[in-house]
């Protein structure tokens, strides 16, 4: 009776998060996305190519950098109070940066762009 009751619920869970797969008497169960991530993508818009990007409006609370510092991808440049929260904005890329756009208490914008940085040289040129 017990099997029964697993293999029922094991259907229900089916139907409600995607197939159930056995193997070797265990359970594997393969999630789906929810539909809004799919909408996404793999490439993220507040960070793309040679600009960092506040992500929504709020205030600039701390500059991490200054024009001419080398940076790695991931680096942290500043810090964004929004709704009462800090937002860290991180670099894109590897690379130097060329301007930044905010200093701390300013207000910015959604979308705005908030640290530049130099054009990436492709090798072919050096």
Same mark, same amino acid.
């Given at each position: ?40 993508? &793999? =490439? /993220?818009?507040?960070q793309?190519?040679? @600009?960092? #990007?506040a992500?929504? *409006? ?5 500059v991490?950098?200054?024009p001419?510092?080398s ?12 709704m ?19 200093? &701390? =208490? /300013?207000?910015?914008?959604k979308?705005? @762009?908030? #640290?530049?940085?130099? *054009? ?7």
């Open positions: 009776m017990g099997l029964v009751v697993v293999r029922v619920l094991l259907g229900f869970l089916e139907t409600l998060i995607g197939p159930t797969v056995f193997q070797d008497g265990s359970y594997l169960f393969r999630l789906t996305p929810p539909r809004y991530l799919k909408r996404l993508g &793999s =490439k /993220d818009l507040h793309a190519g040679d @600009t960092a #990007v992500p929504m *409006p709020g205030v600039v609370d701390k991490w950098v200054a001419g510092d940076v790695q991808a991931g680096d942290p440049l500043m810090v964004l109070i929004a009462k929260m800090e937002h860290i904005i991180r670099a894109p890329r590897a690379g130097i940066v060329a301007k930044v756009l905010f200093s &701390s =208490k /300013d207000n910015v914008g979308n705005s @762009t908030v #640290v530049t940085f130099q *054009p990436e040289l492709d090798s072919e040129m050096q």
